[in-house]
């Protein structure tokens, strides 16, 4: 009878002594999310940062408050048709001012633009009709073609209506500047005779003698014949034995001048 052989099993190794806990088994350190939370609260902001917040919150806050004062779409979403009317005749007025003003200003600049030229124009016209208004009220000098008319008088017979005659026809035919014996005559003017025989003529209160020189400033071809048409100046003086001499000429100068004298009681009307 055979033997049963029976194989034994190896033991297991014996179990390592255990160690004595320690401080790390006892007390788990922090993890990383209490870290990074530790590290965010509470929050170290300097003065640089605080201020960046500030500005950020009312920049925030304004942007709000227009968006909610415009309304948008939305605020027209539910007017009237009256409404959007008025609405849109409004833009269209308002659109019509700021055309208007575009094109005022655009007239402005243009002006501005050419004002340099505009003024020196404008000097230019003053000028001219400063030296006019000057030739006609007396005050400047001119000088042109036109005729001398001399009157002798050697019998002492020439009155003052006969000189008056004088003027008011060379006047009449175009005379722009006229002077007696050095006397600038204007529209002012006034011829005045003596009370006694032989007193003579003045002529704005100045004595004049004969010869009676006029120096006129016109067109010859009108001037002369108005003296000398029948019954006219020319006639009446040789009437009264007065001798007259006509004279044409292209430079005829009229410098006898008139101090400007203030109207008492005329002003402009501009």
Same mark, same amino acid.
């Given at each position: ?12 190794? +014996?179990?390592?002594?255990? $160690? ?12 990383? &999310?209490? &870290?990074?939370?530790? +590290?965010?609260?509470?929050?170290? =902001? ?89 030739? =006609?009220?007396?005050? +400047? ?6 005729? =001398? ?73 009108? $001037?002369?014949? +108005? ?44």
């Amino acid at each position: 009878m055979s033997a049963v052989h029976e194989e034994e099993t190896p033991a297991a190794p +014996a179990a390592p002594p255990a $160690l004595p806990p320690g401080p790390s088994d006892t007390a788990p350190g922090p993890t990383g &999310r209490e &870290r990074l939370l530790r +590290a965010l609260w509470p929050p170290r =902001l300097g003065r640089g940062q605080l201020t960046v917040a500030a500005l950020l919150f009312f920049l925030g806050l304004a942007v709000a408050i227009q968006v909610s004062s415009t309304g948008g779409p939305s605020a027209l979403r539910g007017a009237r048709q009256e409404d959007l009317v008025r609405i849109l005749d409004e833009l269209d007025d308002r659109k019509q001012r700021l055309e208007e003003e575009r094109a005022g200003l655009e007239e402005q600049r243009s002006e501005l633009e050419s004002s340099s030229d505009r003024a020196e124009a404008a000097r230019e016209q003053n000028a001219a009709r400063e030296r006019q208004l000057g030739i =006609l009220a007396g005050t +400047a000098a001119a000088q042109g073609p036109g005729i =001398l008319l001399t009157v002798g008088d050697p019998a002492g017979t020439v009155e003052a209506d006969m000189l008056l005659n004088a003027i008011q026809e060379l006047r009449a035919a175009g005379a722009e500047a006229i002077q007696v014996n050095g006397v600038r005559v204007v529209a002012s003017s006034y011829v005045q005779g003596g009370t006694e025989p032989g007193d003579g003529v003045s002529v704005d209160g100045r004595r004049l003698s004969a010869p009676y020189v006029f120096k006129a400033i016109g067109r010859p071809a009108d $001037l002369e014949p +108005a003296l000398r048409i029948p019954g006219g100046v020319v006639q009446t003086l040789e009437k009264e034995q007065a001798t007259v001499r006509i004279e044409g000429g292209d430079k005829v100068v009229v410098d006898a001048l008139r101090e400007a004298e203030r109207p008492d009681y005329a002003r402009s009307s501009s």
